[in-house]
T-cell receptor, first 113, second 113 residues
Framework: KAGVTQTPRYLIKTRGQQVTLSCSPI?????VSWYQQTPGQGLQFLFE???????NKGNFPGRFSGRQFSNSRSEMNVSTLELGDSALYLC????????????FGEGSRLTVL | GENVEQHPSTLSVQEGDSAVIKCTYS??????FPWYKQELGKGPQLIID???NVGEKKDQRIAVTLNKTAKHFSLHITETQPEDSAVYFC????????????WGAGTKLIIKP
């Protein structure tokens, strides 16, 4: 069974640009969450989508947005990139009616210059 | 809202010894406490979890204990092995955080040969 797939794995952008990251959840999982991971800050929750609807949102500015498609694949977008947006962005999927376990992808490492 | 503190930030132990990582949480309504392990270059992976109706749970060399009165929970790894070297994250979930996991900042565990 394929795991959570995130693309691209690495990318470099400059300040002011925008970026789109993609996440394909485990087949059959309808919940997708996004996290930002920076050294010393742990995992910061961005948002969660379930059946194409945003179910929860963390405390991030409006420059961070996301969406989910009918096949449960999700994308997140960051506009007007800032140096502080450099981080590992992790996507996780969760099985509906499951135990609460999150299945993470390997992440997309974004560097903003 | 919920706040989770994790200590220590780095833990170095001799191979074969035990390792203990502690987390405290603030929201007494929290009822689910997972532990995730993140190896270098990978996303976090659930290793063990505990719910508020249980005081202790074991899985081979790994155990988690929960003290609801003191609002803290701990991860215990016995007979540590080189492959236990990783970053470990604790988390807590409560209705008050809209069932979102609130994460600790992580503990880097180093197993010395």
């Amino acid at each position: 069974k394929a795991g959570v797939t995130q693309t691209p794995r690495y990318l470099i952008k400059t300040r002011g640009q925008q970026v789109t990251l993609s996440c394909s959840p485990i087949s059959g999982h309808r919940s997708v969450s996004w996290y930002q991971q920076t050294p010393g800050q742990g995992l910061q929750f961005l948002f969660e989508y379930f059946s194409e609807t945003q179910r929860n949102k963390g405390n991030f500015p409006g420059r961070f947005s996301g969406r989910q498609f009918s096949n449960s694949r999700s994308e997140m977008n960051v506009s007007t990139l800032e140096l502080g947006d450099s981080a590992l962005y992790l996507c996780a999927s969760e099985r509906t009616g499951g135990t609460g376990e999150l299945f993470f992808g390997e992440g997309s490492r974004l560097t903003v210059l | 809202g919920e706040n989770v503190e994790q200590h220590p930030s780095t833990l170095s132990v001799q191979e074969g010894d035990s390792a203990v990582i502690k987390c405290t949480y603030s929201d007494s309504a929290s009822n689910y406490f997972p532990w995730y392990k993140q190896e270098l270059g990978k996303g976090p992976q659930l290793i063990i979890d505990i719910r508020s109706n249980v005081g202790e749970k074991k899985d081979q060399r790994i155990a988690v204990t929960l003290n609801k009165t003191a609002k803290h929970f701990s991860l215990h790894i016995t007979e540590t092995q080189p492959e236990d070297s990783a970053v470990y994250f604790c988390a807590a979930r409560s209705m008050d955080s809209n069932y979102q996991l609130i994460w600790g900042a992580g503990t880097k565990l180093i197993i010395k040969p």
